[in-house]
């Protein structure tokens, strides 16, 4: 499901979930039936437990989620010709989900009923697999129960081709998608980082920075990537805003975010692999100009840029994980300044958290993570309402947050979490100015999934 608020305070900034904290729904990162069928392999054959990804899964991602056992290839070119002349799947890559939650926060919302039963929560339908020999894809369509419709969700379509150039290695692939960080292969970044469930009914803090969610879903990316001798990884997409449910061509209307011109988004990263040991380091960044509710005039500009870690410890059957990622954000809200929507034009965001977990076989995980965003002070930009507003100005929210999963089966997922915060939208006490503390929003969150 969707992971993030594409909100902002105001026109721009504004309301988005914090990374890798708190969502609006659950990841779309997960073993897919349809890879399963298409490989051969059980969902543990690419993942420590669902969806982190281990070397196998990181692999079979760089070459475009083709990899395939031989009664399961497309069919083959005739002796006399290099190629078939026309290339069709012997089974559809089709893949979907079913999710059913419950939802507590210490202390009920205003006017709302505590302990919300969603049933479904939501339901994912995917097409994930090879198209073709070097084609294939990562595309999910999700009915969101709150919203009461089907809608568009990660896309992820890739094409690839692996070479040897000095007896070493060299992945070069080609990846158009709808959701900056969503090409990665590591389980830090915002799209895929932890926590891997997360509840779509608890209050989320207010801000956020662009590359943690803000564009998911509402623009369309084309990039290219590279892996050389499976150590050194490179990406580079370029967006455009695409507002899907929206009239085209784009008019800017009710938009938070219009790009101006092309939004690039880069990747670096290195890692070392070992018989027991996989570590990944890397640092990531994107700019952004926009237009808010409108496609000319003042700009908004942003530019973020943080470094990221992950480390991969296989302990006889089990696995430890350490990661950890940090971004900082500077903006010039020229437009927002000038609309009345932020109070001044220069800003500063920077958002950081560190998980741990443990893989216990692959039916069990549990894991611990401690998250931290603060930045600029703007009344305007983070202006006082119930619950979701900031009394101070102040965007600063730091907590902690749990997971602990089982699999029964390796497509039933059983998982709870819990979230707690020390401070919230700037405060500890009364953060909202409507009388809400910061430790009425911990949250106690179960979930259910089937996968199929």
Same mark, same amino acid.
């Given at each position: 499901?969707?992971?993030?608020?594409?909100?902002?305070?105001?026109?721009?900034?504004?309301?988005?979930?914090?990374?890798?904290?708190?969502?609006?729904?659950?990841?779309?990162?997960?073993?897919?039936?349809?890879?399963?069928?298409?490989?051969?392999?059980?969902?543990?054959?690419?993942?420590?437990?669902?969806?982190?990804?281990?070397?196998?899964?990181?692999?079979?991602?760089?070459?475009?989620?083709?990899?395939?056992?031989?009664?399961?290839?497309?069919?083959?070119?005739?002796?006399?010709?290099?190629?078939?002349?026309?290339?069709?799947?012997?089974?559809?890559?089709?893949?979907?989900?079913?999710?059913?939650?419950?939802?507590?926060?210490?202390?009920?919302?205003?006017?709302?009923?505590?302990?919300?039963?969603?049933?479904?929560?939501?339901?994912?339908?995917?097409?994930?697999?090879?198209?073709?020999?070097?084609?294939?894809?990562?595309?999910?369509?999700?009915?969101?129960?709150?919203?009461?419709?089907?809608?568009?969700?990660?896309?992820?379509?890739?094409?690839?081709?692996?070479?040897?150039?000095?007896?070493?290695?060299?992945?070069?692939?080609?990846?158009?998608?709808?959701?900056?960080?969503?090409?990665?292969?590591?389980?830090?970044?915002?799209?895929?980082?932890?926590?891997?469930?997360?509840?779509?009914?608890?209050?989320?803090?207010?801000?956020?920075?662009?590359?943690?969610?803000?564009?998911?879903?509402?623009?369309?990316?084309?990039?290219?990537?590279?892996?050389?001798?499976?150590?050194?990884?490179?990406?580079?997409?370029?967006?455009?805003?695409?507002?899907?449910?929206?009239?085209?061509?784009? *008019?800017?209307?009710? +938009?938070?975010?219009?790009? =101006? $011109?092309? &939004?690039?988004?880069?990747?670096?990263?290195?890692?070392? @692999? #070992?018989?027991?040991?996989?570590?990944?380091?890397?640092?990531?960044?994107?700019?952004?100009?926009?237009?808010?509710?409108?496609?000319?005039?003042?700009?908004?500009?942003?530019?973020?840029?943080?470094?990221?870690?992950?480390?991969?410890?296989?302990?006889?059957?089990?696995?430890?994980?350490?990661?950890?990622?940090?971004?900082?954000?500077?903006?010039?809200?020229?437009?927002?300044?000038?609309?009345?929507?932020?109070?001044?034009?220069?800003?500063?965001?920077?958002?950081?958290?560190?998980?741990?977990?443990?893989?216990?076989?692959?039916?069990?995980?549990?894991?611990?993570?401690?998250?931290?965003?603060?930045?600029?002070?703007? *009344?305007?930009?983070? +202006?006082?309402?119930?619950? =979701? $507003?900031? &009394?101070?100005?102040?965007?600063?929210?730091?907590?902690? @947050? #749990?997971?602990?999963?089982?699999?029964?089966?390796?497509?039933?997922?059983?998982?709870?979490?819990?979230?707690?915060?020390?401070?919230?939208?700037?405060?500890?006490?009364?953060?909202?100015?409507?009388?809400?503390?910061?430790?009425?929003?911990?949250?106690?969150?179960?979930?259910?999934?089937?996968?199929?």
């Amino acid at each position: 499901m969707i992971k993030y608020l594409p909100l902002r305070t105001g026109s721009v900034v504004g309301i988005a979930a914090l990374s890798l904290i708190l969502a609006t729904s659950t990841r779309s990162a997960m073993a897919l039936p349809s890879y399963a069928r298409q490989t051969g392999l059980a969902c543990s054959g690419c993942h420590y437990t669902p969806p982190e990804l281990n070397p196998a899964g990181r692999l079979f991602k760089l070459l475009a989620y083709t990899q395939k056992l031989d009664n399961s290839t497309v069919p083959a070119a005739p002796p006399d010709k290099q190629r078939p002349a026309l290339q069709m799947l012997q089974t559809l890559p089709l893949g979907a989900w079913f999710e059913t939650s419950m939802t507590s926060t210490k202390k009920a919302q205003p006017g709302s009923q505590n302990a919300s039963f969603e049933f479904p929560q939501d339901i994912s339908l995917f097409l994930a697999g090879a198209w073709s020999d070097h084609l294939g894809s990562f595309l999910q369509v999700t009915y969101n129960a709150q919203d009461d419709h089907f809608g568009m969700d990660n896309t992820d379509i890739r094409y690839a081709r692996k070479f040897k150039v000095q007896d070493k290695d060299l992945i070069v692939g080609l990846s158009m998608n709808n959701n900056p960080t969503v090409e990665d292969v590591w389980m830090t970044l915002p799209n895929w980082g932890y926590p891997f469930v997360a509840p779509d009914s608890a209050p989320t803090p207010a801000a956020s920075a662009i590359v943690q969610g803000a564009l998911a879903q509402d623009v369309a990316g084309f990039g290219g990537y590279t892996m050389w001798d499976n150590h050194l990884y490179g990406n580079v997409t370029l967006y455009r805003s695409d507002h899907m449910g929206s009239p085209q061509p784009n *008019a800017g209307t009710g +938009a938070s975010y219009n790009i =101006s $011109g092309l &939004a690039p988004y880069w990747r670096v990263a290195y890692q070392e @692999s #070992g018989r027991t040991n996989v570590f990944e380091a890397g640092m990531y960044g994107m700019h952004m100009s926009s237009f808010p509710g409108a496609v000319s005039g003042l700009t908004d500009d942003y530019t973020d840029i943080g470094p990221d870690f992950e480390y991969d410890r296989t302990i006889g059957r089990d696995v430890l994980s350490v990661r950890g990622m940090y971004v900082h954000e500077t903006s010039n809200l020229n437009a927002s300044a000038a609309a009345g929507t932020a109070g001044f034009v220069n800003h500063h965001l920077s958002s950081a958290n560190a998980n741990v977990e443990y893989h216990y076989g692959n039916r069990i995980s549990g894991a611990v993570g401690w998250f931290l965003t603060s930045g600029t002070a703007d *009344a305007t930009l983070y +202006a006082p309402a119930s619950v =979701s $507003g900031s &009394a101070n100005g102040s965007p600063r929210s730091e907590g902690f @947050s #749990g997971n602990f999963s089982y699999w029964p089966l390796q497509n039933v997922d059983i998982s709870f979490q819990y979230n707690g915060y020390n401070r919230f939208n700037g405060g500890n006490t009364n953060y909202d100015g409507s009388g809400r503390n910061a430790a009425d929003n911990d949250t106690s969150y179960l979930l259910i999934r089937y996968i199929f």
